[in-house]
């Protein structure tokens, strides 16, 4: 069955089904119905750009072409995202650097879904201003399955207009204003850029090329788009990497009722670890 006679490319009922299985497999994407129009925009344009007649070639194509799975990964993830985005986090975040910045160590952090980088730099900004340097002793490590929105993150030059929710002050100590083609763009300064490590991880591997433990993992809005059980398995994996007094901070609208064994809620959507202590308690 066709999903619609509107489409430059014929997509059927049974491409979206497959295209369903085969993200599920690469990255614990769990797309639903809902999900089908937005599916034929994404990947509309890899099937332009390979010039092939249709969706089911497409899909002939991915299961023939082990390279053209990385693009199929980028168009399908959605990347949402935003400098200082729910500002409450980044107030927790100032206030646990102030709590352990006395301790004489270097405080860990891994942001799981970095995007384009406004989320690890928002996290490099907060760490800057509560050190009072631009070399505070922070190790941030930002991650994302998606290549091309890890290249941007790591060239830190966005458009002024990205920086609209940055103080003027932010903006000035950050960020170096372009000039000539680059007029209307802003990079990141590079005091910032090198306190964060970009890799590339998908959260399904089996390994992940990361060094325990994390003071803090700044996981938000990537569960909403896995299956309880998928949830389930990261959330105890990322758990195992952490401090015992380390935090987790989702997105607005996750949280993890099924997983009071592994943490607890101690702020607006922000966990911590459940120690043998609490469980005793519950008990």
């Known amino acids: 069955m066709l999903l619609s006679h509107e489409h430059e490319f014929s997509y059927s009922e049974a491409d979206f089904e497959k295209i369903r299985k085969v993200i599920y497999h690469k990255a614990g994407i769990n797309l639903s119905d809902s999900k089908k129009q937005l599916v034929y925009s994404r990947l509309a344009r890899r099937v332009r750009a390979l010039k ?31 400098f200082f985005r729910e500002p409450h986090h980044f107030d927790i975040l100032a206030n646990h650097i102030n709590k352990v910045k006395n301790q004489n160590r270097k405080l860990r ?3 799981a879904a970095s ?5 690890p730099y928002s996290i490099a900004m907060t760490a800057v201003e509560a050190y ?3 070399e505070p002793p922070i190790e941030i490590i930002a991650s994302d399955i998606d290549s091309n929105v890890l290249r941007e993150a790591s060239a830190g030059i966005y458009s002024l207009a990205r920086l609209e929710s940055l103080s003027l002050t932010q903006k000035k100590q ?4 372009g000039k000539g083609s680059n007029s209307g763009k802003a990079r990141v300064v590079e005091e910032l850029r090198n306190l964060i490590d970009f890799k590339k991880i998908n959260l399904l591997d089996s390994q992940w090329p990361l060094q325990p433990p994390f003071d803090i993992i700044f996981c938000r809005n990537v569960m909403i788009y896995f299956d309880k059980a ?9 758990t195992k990497l952490m ?7 989702a997105g607005h609208s996750e949280s993890f009722s099924q997983a009071a064994h592994l943490v607890k809620l101690v702020g607006k959507t922000t966990y911590t670890l459940v120690t043998r202590k609490d469980a005793a308690n519950e008990i």
């Open 115 to 119: 995007s384009t980088g406004e989320e």
């Open 132 to 134: 009072g340097t631009y």
């Open 230 to 238: 998928t949830q389930l398995s990261v959330l105890e994996r990322m």
């Open 174 to 177: 950050f960020f170096q204003r």
């Open 243 to 249: 401090r015992p007094d380390g935090l987790y901070i």
């Open 109 to 111: 952090i891994w942001c």
């Open 52 to 82: 092939l007649p249709n969706f089911s070639a497409y899909l002939h194509y991915l299961n023939d072409n082990e390279q053209e799975h990385e693009e199929f990964v980028n168009a399908l993830t959605t990347n949402l995202t935003a």
